[in-house]
């Protein structure tokens, strides 16, 4: 790529129209971005419930624009009447830099040089011609999806930030966490969550597979909070009737509970269970040990957390191993127990 002077770049548009742990994924290369032009306006175009997304991270995003769908994209039902004003407005956005972040680009690439802004940047999939291949480098669906999108900070000759991933909170949210810990008698670190819900069954563990397991850390002494969203209660349902001591069913005795104030259960508690979903991101970002299945239908090498010691991945291969999973669960409480040091607060001056 010629080289840019970053005084031209202004206005940066991003399009990530996905889910929640898609959009923690990208956290890495949008830091570098934003590190390398911290005086420009970044735009995030996606779906209706990222616009919370950007208020989440308003360290790095800027505005929102709701993307209408495209053909060939499964994650929304495609509206055609509004696409060519759709089109012309993203002209008139007149972006200094686009970068297509919506996987490979099979479907978006073009989508996005339509938008005419100055430069416009992205992944290709492996052998897909282009007319700049500088501009868009090839990443396979077999990459990790960190990874693959900071490709992007060599296209555009900017050093990386690191691959961490972030949750930042919002006030209200730990408002509303300490409200939740006393209606339920949590206490914090002394409970696990299992996460047995996930957007496609595919990925799901058997509800009798996450009980199992559960029936078998309860009486060592952990509570257990069965996490989900309220459209997974009848999972959560089925996970507890299997479970032969009391838990705590969050969509049960609270109802409905926003992604922030769900991380705060996560941060507080002790080890997250969970499918291949992104809860699983989350306790990435917020550095809590984690259990992690995949299924058959599920990709380790793209999706799997990159800290293997925190966060304990297992595969299509041994997921059905109960008694390896639970080996695997008290082997992580252990080393948490063995490994946590106590901070104690300075004295008052």
């Given at each position: 790529?010629?080289?840019?002077?970053?005084?031209?770049?202004?206005?940066?548009?991003?399009?990530?129209?996905?889910y929640l742990g898609d959009m923690l994924c990208i956290i890495p290369t949008v830091r570098a971005v934003r590190a390398a032009y911290p005086k420009a306006r970044i735009t995030l175009i996606g779906l209706p419930w990222e616009k919370s997304f950007v208020t989440r991270f308003h360290l790095y995003f800027d505005d929102?624009?709701?993307?209408?769908?495209?053909?060939?994209?499964?994650?929304?039902?495609?509206?055609?009447?509004?696409?060519?004003?759709?089109?012309?407005?993203?002209?008139?956005?007149?972006?200094?830099?686009?970068?297509?972040?919506?996987?490979?680009?099979?479907?978006?690439?073009?989508?996005?040089?339509?938008?005419?802004?100055?430069?416009?940047?992205?992944?290709?999939?492996?052998?897909?011609?282009?007319?700049?291949?500088?501009?868009?480098?090839?990443?396979?669906?077999?990459?990790?999806?960190?990874?693959?999108?900071?490709?992007?900070?060599?296209?555009?000759?900017?050093?990386?930030?690191?691959?961490?991933?972030?949750?930042?909170?919002?006030?209200?949210?730990?408002?509303?966490?300490?409200?939740?810990?006393?209606?339920?008698?949590?206490?914090?670190?002394?409970?696990?969550?299992?996460?047995?819900?996930?957007?496609?069954?595919?990925?799901?563990?058997?509800?009798?597979?996450?009980?199992?397991?559960?029936?078998?850390?309860?009486?060592?002494?952990?509570?257990?909070?069965?996490?989900?969203s309220s459209a997974e209660a009848v999972i959560l349902r089925e996970v507890e009737q299997q479970i032969h001591h009391p838990v705590i069913n969050l969509v049960e005795q609270c109802g409905h509970v926003g992604i922030g104030e769900l991380a705060q259960i996560i941060v507080h508690s002790e080890l997250l269970i969970?499918?291949?979903?992104?809860?699983?991101?989350?306790?990435?970002?917020?550095?809590?040990?984690?259990?992690?299945?995949?299924?058959?239908?599920?990709?380790?090498?793209?999706?799997?957390?990159?800290?293997?010691?925190?966060?304990?991945?297992?595969?299509?291969?041994?997921?059905?191993?109960?008694?390896?999973?639970?080996?695997?669960?008290?082997?992580?409480?252990?080393?948490?127990?063995?490994?946590?040091?106590?901070?104690?607060?300075?004295?008052?001056?």
């Amino acid at each position: 790529m010629d080289h840019i002077d970053k005084n031209e770049i202004q206005r940066i548009g991003i399009l990530r129209a996905l889910y929640l742990g898609d959009m923690l994924c990208i956290i890495p290369t949008v830091r570098a971005v934003r590190a390398a032009y911290p005086k420009a306006r970044i735009t995030l175009i996606g779906l209706p419930w990222e616009k919370s997304f950007v208020t989440r991270f308003h360290l790095y995003f800027d505005d929102f624009l709701e993307f209408p769908g495209w053909p060939g994209l499964p994650e929304q039902e495609v509206m055609p009447e509004k696409l060519p004003d759709f089109i012309t407005s993203m002209q008139y956005e007149h972006f200094d830099l686009f970068i297509q972040m919506q996987g490979n680009g099979t479907e978006t690439n073009a989508l996005c040089i339509l938008f005419d802004a100055r430069y416009t940047i992205g992944l290709r999939e492996p052998g897909e011609k282009t007319l700049n291949p500088v501009y868009f480098p090839e990443s396979g669906d077999d990459e990790h999806e960190i990874l693959r999108f900071l490709k992007l900070t060599s296209v555009l000759a900017i050093p990386q930030q690191g691959t961490a991933l972030e949750f930042p909170f919002l006030p209200e949210e730990e408002h509303a966490f300490e409200t939740m810990q006393h209606q339920l008698n949590l206490l914090s670190h002394k409970y696990i969550c299992i996460h047995p819900g996930a957007r496609s069954e595919l990925r799901r563990w058997p509800a009798e597979n996450f009980a199992a397991v559960a029936n078998e850390i309860i009486p060592e002494g952990y509570q257990v909070v069965l996490t989900g969203s309220s459209a997974e209660a009848v999972i959560l349902r089925e996970v507890e009737q299997q479970i032969h001591h009391p838990v705590i069913n969050l969509v049960e005795q609270c109802g409905h509970v926003g992604i922030g104030e769900l991380a705060q259960i996560i941060v507080h508690s002790e080890l997250l269970i969970s499918n291949d979903t992104g809860v699983s991101h989350v306790a990435a970002a917020l550095q809590v040990p984690s259990v992690i299945l995949f299924s058959a239908h599920s990709d380790p090498g793209r999706w799997a957390p990159l800290d293997t010691s925190l966060h304990r991945v297992v595969g299509p291969g041994q997921v059905k191993d109960i008694p390896f999973v639970v080996k695997l669960v008290k082997e992580q409480l252990q080393h948490k127990a063995t490994s946590f040091i106590p901070t104690l607060a300075p004295d008052n001056p």
